[in-house]
């Protein structure tokens, strides 16, 4: 049984006009903070690209996602999270990422598609968290939206669900451990990144996620 969903109402246009991108669509780039500025090709997101983030739970996919909004929100681009039920502002802040700049939709549901693509007018930069395995129409659609408003997406899937399609970037990771004395303080983990731009066919990062200061770093 089919059931017509209603129509979405359109932003108005002062709300539309308070998140609006800061840069036009033109400039290409978004900007990123280290460590992934000198990790990923072009230091930078691309507009209209799509980065995959996956991981297996509980190893740090979350926080490397979150992690690539740094840079964005600092240069003070608007960006959205999609799907996560906590955020963790609390983490997001020590990651250093302006809270004033994000907005979240926690609990799409199987809507996380479409409540991604309505926000591609108003941001620059959408982390979506995708639930189960993408069908590959949705996936499809999502991309394309985006390559056509030129918001980067970045798309936060476990390993054993993986996204149904090539993307520009992935960034994998492999695995992770906690170290510390006393307590732990420290989230080692492998990541590999692979896709346009990268010499060969992957590279692989030793990565503090998050080091002692809550900020992600390469680790010594």
Same mark, same amino acid.
């Given at each position: 049984?089919?059931? %017509?969903?209603? %129509?979405?109402?359109?932003?108005?246009?002062?709300?539309?006009? %308070?998140?609006?991108?800061?840069? *036009?669509? *033109?400039?290409?780039?978004?900007?990123?903070?280290?460590?992934?500025?000198?990790?990923?090709?072009?230091?930078?997101?691309?507009?209209?690209?799509?980065?995959?983030?996956?991981?297996?739970? =509980?190893?740090?996919?979350?926080?490397?996602? $979150?992690?690539?909004?740094?840079?964005?929100?600092?240069?003070?681009?608007?960006?959205?999270?999609?799907?996560? #039920?906590?955020?963790?502002?609390?983490?997001?802040?020590?990651?250093?990422?302006?809270?004033?700049?994000?907005?979240?939709?926690?609990?799409?549901?199987?809507?996380?598609?479409? *409540?991604?693509?309505?926000?591609?007018?108003?941001?620059?930069?959408?982390?979506?968290?995708?639930?189960?395995?993408?069908?590959?129409?949705?996936?499809?659609?999502?991309?394309?939206?985006?390559?056509?408003?030129?918001?980067?997406?970045?798309?936060?899937?476990?390993?054993?669900?993986?996204?149904?399609?090539?993307?520009?970037?992935?960034?994998?990771?492999?695995? *992770?451990?906690?170290?510390?004395?006393?307590?732990?303080?420290?989230?080692? !983990?492998?990541?590999?990144?692979?896709?346009?731009?990268?010499?060969?066919?992957?590279?692989? $990062?030793?990565? #503090?996620?998050?080091?002692?200061? =809550?900020?992600?770093?390469? !680790?010594?």
């Amino acid at each position: 049984m089919f059931v %017509k969903l209603p %129509k979405r109402p359109e932003l108005s246009a002062s709300l539309a006009a %308070k998140i609006r991108p800061l840069a *036009s669509a *033109s400039s290409r780039q978004i900007p990123l903070d280290e460590p992934w500025s000198s990790l990923l090709p072009g230091s930078s997101l691309r507009r209209g690209a799509t980065l995959n983030v996956t991981a297996p739970p =509980g190893v740090g996919g979350l926080t490397t996602a $979150y992690s690539l909004l740094t840079g964005a929100t600092a240069a003070g681009h608007w960006c959205a999270v999609v799907g996560v #039920d906590d955020p963790g502002v609390v983490a997001m802040a020590e990651l250093g990422i302006d809270l004033r700049r994000v907005l979240f939709v926690p609990r799409p549901r199987g809507a996380w598609a479409e *409540s991604s693509s309505d926000l591609f007018d108003g941001v620059d930069v959408v982390v979506v968290r995708v639930p189960s395995r993408a069908p590959h129409a949705a996936a499809r659609t999502l991309m394309a939206r985006a390559r056509e408003r030129g918001v980067a997406l970045i798309v936060l899937t476990e390993s054993r669900a993986p996204w149904p399609l090539p993307v520009d970037l992935t960034i994998e990771i492999v695995s *992770s451990s906690w170290e510390g004395s006393s307590r732990l303080t420290t989230r080692q !983990a492998r990541a590999r990144v692979s896709g346009r731009g990268v010499t060969g066919l992957a590279r692989e $990062y030793l990565l #503090d996620l998050p080091g002692v200061a =809550g900020r992600v770093a390469t !680790a010594s």
